[in-house]
């Protein structure tokens, strides 16, 4: 038996109640979520619409210590394409931005009783190294330190921030890149280093899975996405390769007779050396989107520590599809080529780095490193 | 029926309270820490100026994710009408307008506020010519560190600076505030560029309309102030100059008004008819004795308060030029003493929000907020 439906005006006005509470059930929601737009790098004004791409080396950390949520955010408001976070390990298996999995270099950890039983010696890639490691502390614990000022002697504008930030998850760099997007109209991208990728793997806190899965759950997905995953390993690169589209790059270590940590472990014979030949560079453009090789490979330095002439680095890479971003762009005396010094005797005094930058640009690079993203921004000029 | 009727009616209700909440520029998220909920209330002055050229977007982002609850822009007018954030109408000092042959001819002197002042002024510049220019550390030889970023940013519009920190708000998830200061508020009525009205439109475009939201406007002046009252229910902030002067519209208008007639307990409940807070000159609180320490606090920050008034006193510095002499380190004029002590002092002395140029300190001493 069917029940009769009849349509009252008390029945109306509930059932107009009821579509005006859905309404604005529905807004109220809309409203409580935060739009985050899925990143795309190629929309016109996105990461590398720009050439040469400038990459905020540990963020803007020649001006704020390194890798933390003021270095990315001033290299972003300086106009940095991408802001550039290595990555680590803690205990409980969150990915942190520090440059090494040695704590005492860039935080104040030394200054913690509570955790000065955590001392020890081990070996990470080949290297007995002594200190506090990151896989011994959990994220809370980790969140307790402050960051320091790695060379204070360099740079003492950045040692005056000492104690102001703390260390970043992957995360919350991300959080940071999605909300200043907004305000800089423009897509910015995130480019992490995998760092130690064999050791944190071997001591059961692998990482690559863990920074695809982060990417892809913040709607990173793939080739056309402003990411690059860097390592100066080889195998953990072609692992990715099957786990994700988003681009990767190949880093090299500036010693050519050095091996990736990873090939020394299995004791293949491949060093960076012969992955900078032309049949090495088509091997890793099997599986990356990039290279990044120390300034040298590019052009090296002479004996009186001038520039030298530029190698067939750049033209062998590209002729296998490959883009070449360079390390690092540093503005102080103590890391430019000779030509390019000021006369200021001071340890923390800068030179033309513009100088350095015009040589590298005109050798065909791609995008580079910097310490200070403010400076190749301004030697780029307007993007056209 | 009527029963149903009354709990429909209070589920709108309870609805449309949340849908105000939430588009309210006060804490999308009700847990959301806000600008004012900590206690002292930093407020990074001129952004983290301490370390990053003044009043750019880097020394705002940089102040912020220090965790500042405020950023502090000075404004003034371009020629078109335009807000920019500049702390002196005067532009020689702070960008690279000295360099620019295209500007060398708007380069002159004028009486600015009853000062005679030469250089390139802000008035005789369109926004897209400012937009040419480039920021630079006002005092290098003090602050080094920040002549490296010198030319790295431009100069920001009112508008940036608001989208700025909406942008920053979703990253901290907490709410972050917004405390310009009208600088030459006559001067530029004068001009036919008022600033007063702009700053309330462009405040109320951006969602930011009630006393409870995270704003505090600041000014010198007197008449400006109560004319903002009846444009805007935004918080105001009375500054405080030195006690022999008078703000310069006072001056103008001849009245007897000088900063010190303010700060006594019935100038300051004048002042509570028209502003929220006062924003004193540190002296007023704990003056320095001849041998620049510190000396007592008066009674300023209790009358202030008997009146209803917030105490914002300015500003805390960390170099050891600007600290009194007990709490100046033993190395350069120039190098970091100890700002914690100085600040210990004046929240002994009850202020609640401190202007500051190196945020990170202060939100270091305050520690943990406690809601």
């Not at chain 1, 210590?65 to 802001?83: F, R």
């Not at chain 1, 007995?128 to 809370?140: H, K, P, R, V, Y």
């Not at chain 1, 599986?287 to 530029?310: C, H, M, Q, W």
């Not at chain 2, 602050?143 to 519009?157: E, F, S, V």
Request: proline share 6%; charged share 20%; glycine share 8%.
């Amino acid at each position: 038996m069917l029940f009769e439906w009849k349509m009252t005006k008390g029945k109306a006005l509930s059932l107009t109640g009821v579509v005006v509470l859905l309404v604005i059930g529905g807004l109220t929601v809309a409203f409580a979520t935060p739009i985050t737009s899925v990143p795309n790098k190629s929309i016109n004004n996105g990461p590398d619409s720009c050439s040469p791409v400038i990459i905020a080396h540990r963020g803007a950390s020649g001006y704020v210590p390194e890798h933390t949520l003021g270095s990315y955010a001033l290299a972003i408001t300086m106009g940095a394409d991408y802001v550039e976070p290595d990555l680590v390990m803690t205990k409980d298996g969150h990915l942190i931005s520090r440059h090494d999995n040695v704590l005492g270099l860039t935080t104040d950890v030394a200054s913690h009783p509570e955790f000065a039983n955590r001392h020890r010696t081990q070996t990470v890639d080949g290297t007995e190294i002594s200190g506090w490691f990151t896989e011994d502390f959990t994220l809370a614990e980790i969140k307790t330190l402050r960051a320091v000022e790695r060379i204070p002697d360099i740079r003492p504008g950045n040692a005056r921030m000492d104690g102001a930030f703390q260390i970043a998850t992957f995360q919350e760099i991300i959080d940071l890149v999605k909300g200043m997007q907004r305000s800089q109209r423009r897509t910015i991208g995130i480019y992490p280093e995998i760092k130690h990728s064999s050791h944190f793997s071997n001591i059961g806190l692998p990482m690559e899975e863990l920074v695809v899965n982060t990417f892809h759950a913040n709607g990173y997905l793939d080739s056309n996405s402003p990411v690059y995953i860097q390592s100066f390993e080889v195998n953990n690169l072609k692992e990715l390769k099957k786990l994700t589209n988003l681009r990767l790059l190949q880093l090299f270590e500036s010693d050519k007779s050095l091996q990736p940590a990873d090939q020394a472990l299995l004791n293949t014979s491949l060093t960076y050396g012969n992955m900078s030949t032309p049949e090495g560079l088509a091997e890793v453009a099997k599986y990356a989107a990039a290279v990044g090789p120390d300034k040298s490979f590019i052009i090296p330095r002479n004996e009186d520590n001038t520039l030298g002439e530029p190698t067939s680095f750049v033209e062998d890479a590209h002729a296998v599809g490959l883009k070449v971003h360079p390390y690092t762009f540093r503005a102080e005396n103590t890391y430019l080529p000779k030509e390019f010094q000021s006369d200021n005797p001071a340890k923390s005094a800068s030179g033309d780095l513009m100088g350095e930058l015009r040589k590298f640009i005109e050798a065909g690079i791609d995008g580079l490193f910097s310490d200070q993203p403010d400076i190749a921004v301004r030697l780029r000029g307007p993007c056209l | 029926m009527k029963e149903k009727r009354r709990v429909i009616l209070l589920l709108v209700k309870f609805l449309v309270f949340n849908i105000v909440n939430a588009t309210s520029f006060s804490d999308l998220n009700l847990k959301r820490r806000g600008a004012d909920d900590c206690k002292p209330v930093v407020v990074a002055h001129r952004g983290a100026s301490g370390y990053v050229p003044e009043h750019t977007l880097g020394a705002y982002a940089l102040a912020i994710t220090m965790g500042a609850d405020y950023v502090e822009p000075d404004l003034v007018m371009t020629s078109d009408g335009h807000l920019i954030s500049r702390h002196e109408n005067e532009l020689g000092h702070t960008c690279d307008v000295s360099q620019r042959p295209e500007f060398a001819n708007r380069y002159r002197t004028q009486n600015v506020s009853g000062k005679t002042v030469t250089g390139w002024f802000s008035e005789d510049f369109t926004l897209a010519e400012i937009k040419t220019l480039r920021a630079t550390e006002p005092i290098p030889l003090i602050r080094p560190g920040n002549a490296r970023l010198d030319k790295a940013y431009d100069i920001p519009t009112f508008q940036e600076i608001i989208d700025l920190v909406k942008a920053l708000e979703i990253s901290e998830n907490r709410t972050i505030g917004i405390y310009p200061e009208l600088k030459y508020g006559l001067h530029f009525q004068n001009l036919g560029l008022a600033m007063e009205p702009k700053v309330v439109d462009i405040f109320h475009r951006n969602g930011y309309t009630e006393k409870n939201d995270p704003v505090y406007i600041q000014s010198f002046e007197v008449s400006n102030l109560k004319k903002l009252k009846k444009l805007t229910n935004l918080r105001l902030l009375q500054l405080y100059g030195a006690p022999t002067a008078r703000p310069f519209d006072q001056a103008e208008l001849g009245t007897w008004l000088t900063y010190a007639r303010m700060a006594t307990p019935k100038g300051l409940a004048n002042v509570a008819e028209y502003a929220a807070a006062v924003g004193p000159q540190k002296s007023y609180i704990i003056p320095r004795n001849l041998a620049n320490n510190l000396g007592s606090p008066t009674n300023f920050v209790k009358d202030a308060h008997a009146a209803g008034l917030e105490v914002h006193p300015w500003t805390f510095r960390a170099e050891n030029v600007y600290l009194p002499k007990e709490f100046q380190s033993n190395n350069s004029s120039i190098a970091f003493g100890d700002l914690e002590s100085e600040i210990k002092a004046f929240l002994d002395a009850g202020v609640d929000g401190l202007f500051v140029d190196q945020p990170d300190i202060l939100v270091r001493v305050r520690g943990q907020c406690s809601d």
